[in-house]
């Protein structure tokens, strides 16, 4: 018997795994995704087929953009850019093997026994897991299901795994699509939308809600549909898709919006309009391991499901679906199990998205604040004021920081613009040790660093910024 079985073995479950071992536990885990050969793969959607891929083609059709458009501004003659669209997938695929690889590796290290198959969680803390033919049962004194989650596949716009594509699908075009469409303007039509379109490919985005990206404070959003207009994505708002037709060369797609009705021709279309819990042949009937009204494993705040010693993390359960949202749950439960008191704090997990500017934020907005009835102040800070970032031609954009108006607490930063990601970690460091705005204004930043950006937006929520005019109200 082991102490911990975790099924899934994505960026929750794998975590999990190896935090539970270097605590002494023994710990098996149940994967069932494998490569053509039949070869076990761990890493989850986020090494396989989301986040390292997706980061992988960002960066590479970053680089041919701006080779192609922007060094001649620095006085570079690249002369013609040419694309080998197959390289760039070669090189994608490498850095996922060699990302997957290194999980294995770490499995060996940390002696995590890998079990290869399907699982599904039977009563009496049981797993039994299909592999092919052969069934094995094995017992746990806890159970960690980490299953994930996949694409929302609509009827109006059904999956023919070559013209009509999931994220999977669009991370593998052999060619760059002349026109392509997007059905859902969220964090993943954003990011592959502009890969494609900084390779060339002509992009049309239909988004059913008339709020561009209503998760993102609404001043930043403003920003960003406004750049990523100018860039060339297409997005079209309050727009209903009826139909869309594969055909064997492209995509019939009808559609409404401003109450009339329009058909495109597009040569591929990506439909990636959210993603669901999998629980697809998870639970036995009588494991009584009970689900929210959504379909995600209902946990308590430490991931504990109804069920004691059954646990739930990652995608499967309630939360913003992120990768390292679930590494953390995945560390929380091994700890609890090994008897620690780790918990999570939910309040602040950063969302980024990887376009060009980044957006990225932690915390509340000014909406959320507004609906709560906090008071609140608020400092900004543009990007167009920063020295490095006008060297860098990475002027676009802003830092927003928000703050207790009485206590000065630092309640949310957002940010649109070069190195968000990595901003915004900062200001979530200085959050976690319950940073003020004016602590931020008080630290010494170095010039020229677009860092200074927070450094001034801090300051500004008290008046007090150098680089803009904000007189003392
Ligand atoms: P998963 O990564 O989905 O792993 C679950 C694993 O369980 C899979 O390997 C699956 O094969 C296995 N499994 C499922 N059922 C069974 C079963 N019954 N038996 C055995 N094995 C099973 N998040 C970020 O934070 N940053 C990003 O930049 C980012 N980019 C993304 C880009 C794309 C295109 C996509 C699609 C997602 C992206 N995400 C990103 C989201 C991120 O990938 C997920 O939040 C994360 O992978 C969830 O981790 P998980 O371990 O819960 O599930
Ligand atoms: P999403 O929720 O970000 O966006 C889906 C969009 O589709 C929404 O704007 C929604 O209004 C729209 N939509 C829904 N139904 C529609 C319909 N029928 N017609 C037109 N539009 C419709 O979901 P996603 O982009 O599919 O991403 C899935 C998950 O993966 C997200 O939760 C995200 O957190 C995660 N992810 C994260 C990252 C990152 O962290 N950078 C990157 C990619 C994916």
Known sequence: MYDVVIIGGGPAGYVAAIRA???????????????????????????????????????????????????????????????????????????????????????????????????????????????????????????????????????????????????????????VPKKLGIIGAGVIGLELGSVWARLGSEV????????????????????????????????????????????????????????????????????CVG???????????????????????????????NEPGVWAVGDVVRGPMLAHKGSEEGVMVAERIAGKHAAVNYDLVPSVIYTHPEVAWVGKNEEELKAEGVEYKSGSFPFAASGRALATDESVGSVKVLADKVTDTILGIHIFGPSAAELVQQGLIAMEFGSSSEDIGLTMFSHPTVSEALHEAALAANSNAIHIGNRKR
């Not at 013209?163 to 052999?174: P, Q, R, Y």
């Not at 049309?204 to 960003?224: G, H, N, R, S, Y």
């Not at 100018?230 to 559609?255: F, P, R």
């Not at 629980?279 to 430490?302: A, H, P, Q």
């Open 204 to 271: 049309t985005m239909l988004e059913a809600m008339q709020d561009f990206l209503p998760m993102v404070d609404k001043k930043i959003a403003k920003e960003v549909y406004k750049e990523f207009t100018k860039q060339g994505l297409n997005i079209k708002l309050g727009c209903k898709v009826t139909n869309a037709v594969a055909n064997k060369t492209n995509v019939n797609v009808k559609y409404e919006e401003d109450g009339s009705s329009s058909d495109e021709i597009f040569d591929k279309l990506i439909v």
């Open 275 to 305: 993603r669901s819990p999998n629980t697809e042949n998870l639970l036995s009937d009588d494991c009584g391991i009970e689900l929210d009204d959504k379909g995600f494993i209902k946990v308590d705040s430490f991931c504990s499901t």
């Open 21 to 175: 071992s270097q605590l002494g536990l023994s710990v098996a885990c149940v994967e069932s995704m494998s490569d053509k050969e039949g070869n076990q793969r761990f890493g989850g959607t986020c090494l396989n087929v989301g986040c390292i891929p997706s980061k992988a083609l960002l960066d590479s059709s970053q680089r041919f953009y701006e080779a192609s458009n922007d060094l001649s501004k620095h006085g570079i003659d690249a002369g013609t850019v040419k694309l080998d669209i197959s390289a760039m997938m070669q090189r994608k695929d490498k850095v996922v093997d060699q990302l997957v690889g290194g999980i294995s590796g770490l499995f060996k290290a940390n002696k995590v026994t890998p079990i290869q198959g399907h699982g599904k969680i039977l009563s009496g803390k049981r797993v039994e897991i299909t592999n092919g033919d052969s069934t094995e049962i094995i017992e746990a004194k806890n159970i960690i299901l980490a299953t994930g989650s996949k694409p929302i596949e609509i009827s109006s716009a059904k999956f023919d795994d070559t013209n009509i594509v999931d994220s999977t699908g669009a991370l593998e075009f052999k060619a």
